[in-house]
Nanobody
Framework: QVQVVESGGGLVQAGGSLRLSCTASGRTFSTFAMGWFRQAPGKEREFVAA????????YYPDSVKGRFTISRDNAKNAMYLQMNSLKPEDTAVYYC??????????????????WGQGTQVTVSS
């Protein structure tokens, strides 16, 4: 079973950058696809990025494509989200999780399990 802890959130001005980290426990980390989601107050959890177990494929919604980059280091049991050109609408709690479901579900929050506690990202205008 994979347990995760997110870190790296904070307060940044619009146009700034942050790098989130997701550190996982468990020897099977490298066998799972991983994803980042975010949730703003009063809104549903939203897909942000995902990466296959090898790191060979990545997925993004149009809202962050070209600004965010997901990566992973299986040797360190870690996953990262580099966020550039941040906007106030990126403000949310960011969560990471893993999935064993088919690839066509990789953008679906319900396909993921063992969520971390999240890390707050606040972008001021």
């Amino acid at each position: 079973q994979v347990q995760v802890v997110e870190s790296g959130g904070g307060l940044v001005q619009a146009g700034g950058s942050l790098r989130l980290s997701c550190t996982a426990s468990g020897r099977t980390f490298s066998t799972f696809a991983m994803g980042w989601f975010r949730q703003a107050p009063g809104k549903e959890r939203e897909f942000v990025a995902a990466i296959t177990w090898s790191g060979g494929s990545t997925y993004y919604p149009d809202s962050v494509k070209g600004r965010f980059t997901i990566s992973r280091d299986n040797a360190k049991n870690a996953m990262y989200l580099q966020m550039n050109s941040l906007k106030p609408e990126d403000t949310a709690v960011y969560y990471c999780a893993h999935t064993q479901r088919p690839i066509f579900l990789i953008r679906t929050a319900g396909a993921y399990g063992n969520w971390g506690q999240g890390t707050q990202v606040t972008v001021s205008s």
